[in-house]
């Protein structure tokens, strides 16, 4: 079969939206193995449909023959004559205009349908349904043959080779130079005996047999039957930078490589600037997302190898400022919301189910996608009708007690009406009202848009504080408790929830007040440090990610860590959990000065969805030069700067460039307006390189 | 490993309620074939959870050996310290208090788990959930050694042969004598070729290679090599009578047999009397109910071999009348219900569902077994609430534009509001409001109580007509439609809805009305005959059934069918939904008489739960002379009577044995009350043999 058809129509596999998704998120989430042992996923698995039907309707002038493929059983039947099916693998379909059916029974992987003719050829514009009067335009991607299966989908592997080998007690120790993720492979072994390899993130790690998270262990003559062209591949991937092998007296071979796994990305943003630790910090930030950014966004590479709503609501932010992969986001979202009933929170946590429809927001507006909207609004719909069943006699969102409300790992007390979430609440409630209006539905985007005020407003006057002039942490049957946390302050200023005077006060009061409780976790970091971008504080960010980041460097990292305390020494570095290497030191949240570079030093961000207008606001922050790249979907905006000048060339949509000078700049390509704060702005049209004559102001 | 642990405790099977019926369902669901063309059921599957665990808290003195198998991969650990697992196959449990908890994932099959110890072991004081917080006690059955897996559950299955071999056209034609399901079985096949089964319920059927609905075929060395012992079986059961065997020339076997597949059943109750054609009515539908028990009650095992809820509805009366097997029965009502959330209702029809919640009510009604109504009340609860939602202005069950409204395969008008569903809705409420209370639920109690009362006064205010004195079919926004049939009439009769006046209108102008639509199906003669019977028309009723199964009998069959038209010939009677053959000739719907005889000759009837309290109510209906056993659960009942004498004995429970005499009775074993109407009651207890001497009256 060839892959184009006559008239320029293609086939491809097609299924039920969503279930591919889910059906590799029910997999991917029984990957964890502590110390070989299974340690699945601790939320329902969602499962894909095993019984769908396809359905297309034909007009043909002439008869036409098919192929068809499927995974799984199918059988076929014209016209609703349901008691007369064919299973055959081509078929004459009848001239003249007839609806086809394909039912697709598969419990073991998902039903997919894959049929070519010469104008009869599955793709989006057949519908599926799973026998629930649910017909929706059928999912596919980028299965387009018919030996190309849904089901064998893996991610891309590649050769890699250890850096050093070094030999401890005798035993080889393999140094892959920084972290990696794969599958060790042996070439040529021999002997008979028990091979054990003792895998670690940090070469201590590696060299604890007793303490490891990861190991293997395998039979020397098993593996030499089971070797391919004379290479044994270990069948489960493993997250390390060190493996030290144990091989017992007799056992041999001729090398041993890694099978390196990964999503082939194209790294489609840049950063240079004049501080050589920051380009180190922005490259190892890449490299610690790429790493995690695989079937689906994961936490960690090593631990927890999961899907973790918050934690992907970072990533998803990160990589509209890396690779601009949508393909992973999509999937990340999809397999996240899984179906319906909705019985549990997002990963059981509340916030987790929120940041679900932030990040569908975000996801809408930089890219613009509404189809992606529309194919899964039903299921935005449920999960915040489950949330709304949550309320409060206030009107606030709580936890039940199986629920767990997250916000951060630190010793917060979460119970009652937590502030944090409230403004997670009226943030979802208006991307669903946004939502709704893309649908059409005037009335629900309307009840949807009342609710994210009332919530909002509710909030703000429940938890605000005069005198720490900030928002309090949460509130116990109707009283709102002293504590003071820094967390729902950096979501109001993020969200622009709060006045001028009350977003001076939170950053004056909270934000910069030595004294507000210290956010430990990069992960609650990176909202703290855009929340501080979004205040100008850009000096303040870069000394924080020198010291932060940097401090990471300094002790070897080669990806980013799930948590960092500089006070801690040595080895203590790696534990957490209870566990002496229970630290993941390759964490997506880690790698958030991606975001914190792309949007706030080079300064670019959509303002219409799918960046049809967008802000260029470069800020130096201390800086002496900078220069980079933000993709913006299909094209891209540049920004270069130092303290004397500003160029910005955007390749697509329209924009309008901000900053500040001491004084009146000059642009030869458009013109630099004065907003009357000592800042200027400079309209931007595609294709054209503006350059731009200013004086930075002075770091008081 | 030993089946007993020395305390006498015994370790079983254990997995999540209702996952291994679900699992099972779904498999059941895609076996259907059209001429060897997969034909799944055409409703949304549902699946095993594939990710579960269970716990167990125990407390011993001294350490604890313990053994664990699994179906699925699998991981132990204690005392909530989920990073230290194991999944060794034998373990040393710490004496001393402790929670043991074991995950286990398995997306092929359900995941399931045995752990034997001396005193820890696998039963029903584990617990499971699904990560929904959802600990519930777990399911287990007969698996009770660790090789005795829940996925390998099959039928029984016992060698056949063919009663007459014929050869037709040179190809052998096997007769099994009657109607049969199973596999044949080729015992030393050889030679080169392709071999074609033609099966047939009918003679017309198998010798109809192009239109007979069953067939297969294979190659025969393909067989030869995949023979086990010399035998190849096929491997899809196929329901038939005959097999005509077309192969290749140079094939060659020595014999055809057939593995018969069938759930092994007691035979619980008995039927005889002075008519041998009902005798052989009795033994046909104890047949042809036995086909169709299998892993659930189908409704017909070549076609559909489909669970169906109202069919089922049937065959759980008629089983609690024969073989009172209450784990096909348990099977059958938890692979209906399904899982969350309910989208559509019971088959895709909107009484299904009802007949799903008066089922469990039969069920709790025969057996007094409270646990089953418990583990699945919240599953009946999300059920009612779907149906609750489908109520129009008026507070009547209507059908969606997506659902069925069905009643009968008859020329209906089922828009708006139809009678029918209302009763069978108030009687589904009226089941929930006795389950809430159960379940200790007064509130719920009360609320569904009152809802009952409410719609069936409705429904009795709306649809009845003075003038045609019963209950007319429907109802179009607000206004009756004038449309008469029997049905609402039936099953106000049957649930005691009427006052006793409209009960004698009913019965004289609808029910016994020549001019009154008649009832063509036996699946709603069955509901028909069983009203008469309860309105007194015994002798009706078994002239009815010696029409109309006799009738089928005089055709030749072996086993009743789905339809029968006494006013068609020939080949005519095997027609239906267009196809000559698509007429299921082995319907347990079709089975009815053992319902009518048990209930209503006999007249062994539960009036409180577990058959704790009975009565009797024996009715000759015309015959001579009647002998009979009606099981009572553990126990039985035994009725014979002529027209001068009844003999009863039950041996368990307390009940009440009521006659009709023309004569004032004699009893020397308890005293016979005359109840002023020329009937009479005995009080019935258990181990004594009740001996009435009393006059019949003659018949008018």
């Known amino acids: 079969m060839s892959e184009k058809n006559n008239d320029g129509r293609k086939a491809t596999w097609i299924w039920y939206p969503g279930d591919f998704e889910i059906r590799l998120h029910e997999k991917a989430s029984v990957r964890r193995r502590a110390r070989g042992v299974m340690y699945p996923a601790y939320w329902r698995l969602d499962r894909h449909y095993s019984n769908v039907r396809f359905r297309y309707t034909y007009e043909t002038a002439q008869e036409e023959r098919i192929a068809i493929a499927a995974e799984g059983t199918f059988s076929v039947y014209l016209d ?24 697709v029974f598969n419990d073991a992987e998902m039903p997919a349908l894959y049929i070519e003719g010469e104008t009869v050829n599955t793709d989006s514009a057949w519908e599926v349904n799973s026998y629930q009067n649910d017909w929706v335009p059928a999912a596919s991607w980028t299965f387009d043959s018919p030996d190309d299966r849904p089901s064998k989908f893996r991610l891309a592997v590649a050769a890699q080779e250890p850096k050093t080998i070094d030999f401890r007690d005798g035993y080889p120790l393999l140094d892959f130079g920084k972290e990696t993720f794969g599958y060790l492979q042996f070439h040529s072994i021999t002997g008979e005996g028990t091979v054990r390899i003792y895998y670690g993130e940090s070469l201590e790690e590696a060299l604890s047999p007793e303490e490891c998270v990861s190991l293997d262990r395998f039979d020397a003559s098993d593996a030499a039957a089971r070797a391919q062209g004379g290479v044994y591949a270990l069948e489960e991937g493993r997250a390390f930078r060190y493996a030290w092998i144990h091989a017992d007296k007799g056992v041999r071979w001729e090398r041993v490589s890694l099978l390196y796994e990964y999503v082939p990305l194209e790294y489609r943003s840049s950063f240079e600037c004049s501080d050589p630790k920051l380009n180190a910090i922005w ?4 490299y610690t997302l790429h790493l995690n950014t695989r079937e689906f ?26 690779f601009f992969d949508l393909d992973v986001t999509r999937r990340t979202l999809v397999a996240l919301r899984g179906k319906d009933p909705v019985t549990m929170h997002i990963n059981t946590i509340l916030d987790y189910s929120l940041y679900w429809f932030i990040s569908l927001y975000d996801y809408y507006l930089y890219t613009g996608d509404f189809s992606f909207i529309r ?12 949330c709304l069943a949550q309320r409060d006699g206030e009107g606030f969102i709580v936890g039940r007690p199986q629920d767990w409300v997250f916000v951060d790992w630190a010793d917060l007390d979460n119970s009652g009406a937590v502030s944090t979430e409230q403004l997670l609440f009226a943030r979802s409630l208006e991307a669903m009202s946004l939502f709704a209006s893309l649908m059409e539905d005037a009335a629900s985007a309307s009840a949807y848009g009342a609710l994210a005020e009332e919530v909002k407003e509710a909030a703000l006057r429940a938890f605000w504080d005069e005198v720490k002039g900030g928002l309090l942490h949460h509130r116990v049957d109707g009283v709102t408790k002293p504590a ?19 977003r001076r006060s939170v950053i004056r009061s909270v934000m910069l007040n030595p004294d507000a409780p210290r956010i430990k976790t990069p992960y609650m970091r990176f909202h703290e440090l855009a929340a501080l971008c979004e205040s100008g504080e850009h000096d303040y960010v870069r000394r924080e990610m020198l010291d932060y980041w940097g401090g990471m460097i300094d002790l070897g990292a080669t990806t980013f860590w799930e948590e960092y305390d500089p006070s801690q020494e040595g080895g203590e570095h790696y534990g957490m959990y209870g566990m002496p290497f229970g630290k993941s030191l390759c964490h997506a949240w880690g790698a958030s000065p991606i975001y914190l570079i792309g949007k706030y030093f080079l300064g670019v961000a959509p303002t219409s969805p799918g960046y049809a207008t967008f802000r260029v606001a470069p800020n130096l922050g201390g800086l002496a030069y900078m220069k980079g790249t933000v993709p913006t979907g299909e094209g891209r905006i540049s920004v270069e700067m130092d303290r004397s000048s500003i160029r910005v060339e955007a390749s697509s949509g329209t924009g309008v460039l901000t900053f500040a000078s001491a004084a009146p700049p000059a642009c030869s390509e458009g013109e630099a307006r004065a907003r009357g704060d000592g800042t200027y702005e400079v309209s931007i049209e595609p294709g054209i390189t503006y350059v731009i004559a200013y004086e930075a102001a002075t770091i008081p």
Do not use: C
Not at 81 to 102: C, F, I, M, Q
Not at 283 to 286: D, F, K, R, T
């Open 375 to 386: 194919q899964y609004y039903d299921r935005a719909v449920s999960l915040m009708e489950f």
């Open 283 to 286: 490259e190892m930030s890449l």
């Open 297 to 322: 966004f994961l936490d960690g590479i090593k631990r927890d190898g999961w899907v973790w709503s918050g934690d992907a609501y970072q990533a998803f932010l990160m990589n509209y400022y890396s």
């Open 80 to 103: 609703g004559k349901d008691n007369y099916r064919s299973n055959a693998e081509a078929l004459t379909l009848p001239a003249g205009w007839h609806e086809l059916v394909v039912s």
């Open 484 to 502: 003071l946390t820094k967390h729902a302050n950096m979501f109001a200023l993020l969200y622009g929830y709060l006045s001028p005077e009350r």
